[in-house]
């Protein structure tokens, strides 16, 4: 019982370097989200994608961007890091609008 | 522009002990979570509550809403060290798909 899979686990990134995170559930959920989270500030969203072919910003877009590749998998692409996107990334998925959120095991990227 | 408080944002606390975290929000919602995150590791959901009055219980917790005062707790009775996390509230907006989020409880329980 996989649920939500996030790769990769850690990441260390130079300043200007591109990367993708990627996403993936097995529940036939609808609605996918990504998150960072940063000591004492709680989680920031992202973007999220409320069903297949659609994607939103979140609270703090800039910096990325996203892909719903199909219903299973949605990644997140950083262009071009900077050191201000240190922080741990979470994946996220839920069946419906009001419905809770299962969550990935996380990523811990690092920008130097 | 919804906002979600939490408080206290740090406790510490001796086993055995009963206590209550508060979640606070700014404007309706149909729907309000509790998660539990252990250090380095990933959100568990804890409860969901549905409508005004909802109270559910697991174990030694005990979430309630009252959405007339935009409010909800998290009781802990009897702590014991296993409950040691940071716990976090969420409410759903009616009008989209996003969760607003609490900057989370970290708790801990000492022995």
């Known amino acids: 019982n996989a649920g939500v899979t996030q790769t990769p686990k850690f990441q260390v990134l130079k300043t200007g370097q591109s990367m993708t995170l990627q996403c993936a559930q097995d529940?036939?959920?609808?609605?996918m989200y990504w998150y960072r989270q940063d000591p004492g500030m709680g989680l920031r969203l992202i973007y999220y994608?409320?069903?297949?072919?659609?994607?939103d910003k979140g609270e703090v877009p800039n910096g990325y961007n996203v892909s719903r590749l199909n219903k299973r998998e949605f990644s997140l692409r950083l262009e071009s890091a900077a050191p201000s996107q240190t922080s741990v990334y979470f994946c996220?998925?839920?069946?419906?609008?009001?419905?809770?959120?299962?969550f990935g095991s996380g990523t811990q990227l690092s920008v130097l | 522009e919804l906002k979600v408080e939490q408080n206290p944002l740090f406790l510490s606390m001796q086993e055995g002990k009963n206590y209550t975290i508060y979640c606070n929000y700014s404007t309706t919602s149909d729907r309000l979570y509790w998660y539990r995150q252990d250090p380095g590791k990933s959100l568990e959901s804890l409860f969901v509550?549905?409508?005004n009055g909802a109270v559910k219980q697991e174990g030694r917790l005990m979430a309630s809403l009252d959405t007339k005062a935009r409010l909800s707790t998290l009781h802990i009775t009897a702590a014991v060290h296993d409950l040691s996390a940071t716990y976090f509230c969420?409410?759903?907006?009616?009008?989209?798909?996003?969760?607003?989020w609490g900057a989370g409880t970290k708790l801990i329980i000492k022995p």
């Open positions: 969420a409410v759903d907006m009616k009008s989209n798909y996003q969760l607003i």
């Open positions: 529940m036939n959920h609808n609605s």
């Open positions: 509550l549905l409508s």
């Open positions: 996220a998925s839920r069946q419906g609008q009001h419905e809770k959120l299962f």
């Open positions: 994608s409320a069903s297949e072919g659609t994607t």
